[in-house]
């Protein structure tokens, strides 16, 4: 019975650590083909991670059942629904392979990819720092400093995770070439805000050891910066 019960348990693990992720990934790129940014970063998890063929197996299982709902856009798109943005505005039909394909692979945006020379893409790094500052408020951008460097001093594995996907989400945007890109950088705000609050947490951890006071209001004084 125990052994029964050792092995059920190994593979509710398995479910939970390969096939649940993957699923999600694969629901991730049917919702959008920007999730590719990602994968540097699933890369480098993988190489801590070291999982075993099985493991790999099963990640690759729930990708695959995520990517199925792709199925739905031919039929969606065969029911003539009231907002049909293939049709209206790409003149693409989905009911057809290559129409299909086209969308999965997001073919029609691939000219706003990598869309400024040299001097447009210094203008476009600007702007998004601009962005930046004022959706952070200022402080949360020196926040945010501050947490990568703590972060890559008391946690550097999770500094070249974070970094990777900033990185990515972030280059690939600010050099897309679309007028409604402000909208775009919610990973890449998601990442600095990680940062953000590893730096609140060590300038509250500062402030108390200063102060000479208990680690209570050290934690008062980050949670006001955040």
Known sequence: ATEVNSRSNGRARLFRSALVPGLILGLAFANHMSTLLILPALAYVAWLVRPRPRDGLMFALGTCLGLLFYLYLPMRYAAHPALDYARTYFATDLTRPQGF????????????????????LLGEIARYLGWLWIDFLGAGVILGVIGAVETLRRAPRIFVLVTLIYVAYTAFFVDYDVVNKDTMFAVSYLDWTIWAAFGAAALGAWVAGRSGSRSLTGRRIASVCL
Do not use: C, K, L, Q
């Open 101 to 120: 394909w086209s969308w999965v692979t997001a073919a029609m945006f691939r000219p706003y990819v990598a869309g400024y020379d040299a001097m447009g």
